[in-house]
Each structure stands twice: as C-alpha cells, then as structure tokens.
C-alpha cells in the first residue's frame, strides 16, 4: 500500500505542476472554453499513460542504442513547442467568436508527448524509480500508467478550469493578447532547459 500512495504523490505532483500540457490547456479554456477544449484534455491524458506503458516495455532503451535519436527528438520538440508558443502569442487576434476556431485536438494532443521533454523526464523518472527487475516488473508498469491515467485528468482538467474562469475577464482583445502572450512566454521559458542542454552539447 506504500507504493501505490508514493506512486499516487508523485503523479499528482508531475501532474499537478506547470508544464507545457498544462500551459497549453489553460491557454486553451481561456481562448475557447470547456468544450472545445475537451479533445486536447484527453489527448494529453492518454497520449502520456501510452507513452509510460511503451516507456516501461522497453522503448526508452532505444535512446541508450541510439543517442542521436534522443538529440533528435529533443531538437525537434523544442522547435515545436516554440511554434506552439507562437501560436498562442497570435490566438488573441485569431478568436473572435469564429465557432470553428479549435485547440490542438485529441491526436495532436496525445502525440504532443513524444515533443514534451517534461513528459520524457516524469516517464523514466517513474519507471526508473517505481520499478524493479523483475516478476512484478509489468504489473508495477501497468499500476503506474494507470494511476497517472487516473490522477491526469483532474490534474490537468484544474488547468483547463482555471484557464476558463479566467475567460469572463478577458472580455477585449487588449487582455485577452496579454494573457496569451504571457501563456506564450511561459511555455517558451519552459523549454529554456533543453534548449542549454542542446546548445551545450558537444
């Protein structure tokens, strides 16, 4: 019963705490409420409980074969996850009450984790720490994926409601830009990190 609460406090607190899912979904009820907003909640809550259920079996010991494979990924969610914030920067003049403006959809939003370096860290950090060589190896991979599963969605779904209270205050343009640009702002310093560790690679 002690590992299923430490493995429950540790996906509250990957899930809980700002990142760019998080950043992304805020940013989304803000712009275009609950129900459009939906998709993207589920994509990314399935999409990381996918990526630690392929973690665990084995797919993350690619990076340990291939190392240029890791570099590559890095470079390449990073130059996506600062279009992303360029995308959120513009959205302020983008919606204005068009009922087919959408968020990133389910698909997006679940493949969105394969980028996500916060999401590469939590997932081996989990696997790495919650599991052991072993007969119980799968059953420990699995009650982990399925307790982030779980605790995701009220993790990031807090996000999602925040982001859409704080909609009936960004009623003009002007403060609707300046919550987007912020939402901008932070999601592109989330990846300041990666970007070092990339410029620093030899």
Not at 100 to 115: E, N, T
Not at 134 to 142: K, P, V, W, Y
Not at 175 to 188: E, I, K
Request: net charge positive; proline share 4%.
């Amino acid at each position: 019963m002690d590992y299923l609460y430490a493995v429950v406090l540790f996906a509250i607190s990957a899930s809980v705490t700002p990142g760019p899912n998080n950043i992304m979904v805020m940013s989304a009820g803000a712009n275009f409420g609950i129900r459009k907003s939906l998709p993207l909640l589920m994509g990314i809550c399935v999409g990381f409980t996918l990526m630690l259920l392929l973690v665990g079996l084995g797919f993350g010991q690619l990076f340990t074969l291939f190392p240029g494979l890791h570099f590559a990924i890095k470079c390449i969610g990073t130059l996506y996850l600062l279009y992303l914030a360029w995308l959120i920067a513009r959205s302020a003049d983008e919606v204005t009450g068009d009922a087919s403006a959408r968020p990133l959809g389910f698909l997006k939003g679940a493949l969105f984790q394969w980028v996500n370096a916060k999401a590469w860290v939590v997932a081996t950090g989990a696997i790495a720490a919650f599991t052991s060589a072993g007969a119980d190896f799968h059953q420990q991979n699995l009650t982990i994926a399925l307790t982030f599963f779980i605790v995701s969605f009220p993790c990031v779904g807090l996000w999602l409601l925040c982001g859409t209270l704080l909609k009936r205050w960004l009623t003009n343009a002007l403060a609707r830009r300046r919550f987007n640009h912020a939402m901008a702002a932070l999601l592109a310093l989330s990846v300041v990190p990666v970007i070092q560790e990339i410029l620093s690679r030899p």
